[in-house]
């Protein structure tokens, strides 16, 4: 995990918007309507705007660096592409907190509406062109950039789990295990190429009111208690510094009154083997709780990498709010176990932009210049 003894280090949590053409060929490939000339044109425009989105991060002040999710069509749903089995209709599903405002939720989901395919046979992974293809670009775009580090993204089982209907296993557990097998090839290839593997698990936080039913919390703390055990087997050959996982309640706009408490699901989430853990620490639903680290015992090699920038509201934040709750985390755990990001991605899915792009990379920048701010006083601090 890449840590620094001279400034508090900033990185985002993956997605970032895509240019339009290219977000509009994704969702276009997506929905069997791109056509051939499009469709053999897409790689490239793939290479170019993962070299576009590399260099605005670097001029935005990002230290630990990815591709954007640009050649994703949204941060779960992509791996239909990768792997087998993925062949019926998912009836879809319910988020019960936009389903209190219905007319609300019209509105606030505009433009988003990925396929989501049913598991109808025996999942396999099938997709390591399509990932080396992921490497590779960001390999290239980096090079001589001057970041300091490289992330990759890759799904949780148990978010897959969440969008892509279980049609064919026998339970859910036999499911997200299946899952998880086929997934672990992916999440090995990140690592052995020497990038950061991010894991991407919002069911830990969000599978609660973003499911079937909504959960009460005994059986939500069962259902990721188990999505734990999976990811951890999943992840047995990576050594846990190699990995950060992320998890969030829904990056939405929506009341979010249904979330469960930090308080209620962190024991269980420490028990996840990795490096660094990414969450929601800016949104008024959540912004409160970096209390809870106060009264919790944290594993001395955790790193924790709080959101510190709202990415569901147009208002770019005061650089002195963000050193301010940079500040807070760095109390606790030290100035050398923070991270500073976002709270989640800008554009989850390529026909979802969350806030304007410019606006996105207005916030990235607010973001590199509270950890400037936050940094000079923490290091002063010390040195008095």
Known sequence: MQTSDEKILTTHVGSLPRPRQLAEAMV?????????????????????????IVKQQVAAGI????????????????????????EGKGEGLTIWDLHDVPEFAERALKGLDPA???CTGPIAYKGQAALDEDIANLKAATAGSGATGMFMTAAAPGVIGIYLENQHYASDEEYWAAIAEAMRVEYEGIARAGLMLQIDAPDLAMGRHVNKKLLDLADFRREIEQRIEILNHACRNIAPEKIRLHLCWGNYHGPHHHDADLADIVDIILKAKVGALSFEGANPRHQHEWRVWEDRKIPENLILIPGVIDTCTSYVEHPQLVADRI??????VGRDRVIASTDCGFANFASYEIVDPKIAWMKLAA??????????????????
């Open 28 to 52: 276009a490939r997506d929905r069997g309507q791109l056509g051939a000339a499009p469709l053999e044109a897409l790689p490239q425009q793939v290479r170019d705007a993962v070299e576009e």
């Open 63 to 86: 230290d630990v660096v990815n591709d954007g999710e640009a050649s994703k069509i949204g941060y779960s749903t992509y791996v239909r592409e990768r792997l087998t089995g993925f």
């Open 116 to 118: 989501t395919p049913a």
């Open 327 to 332: 500040e807070r985390f760095a109390g606790i």
């Open 367 to 384: 973001l590199s210049e509270g950890a400037a701010l936050a940094s000079r006083k923490l290091w002063r601090r010390s040195a008095a």
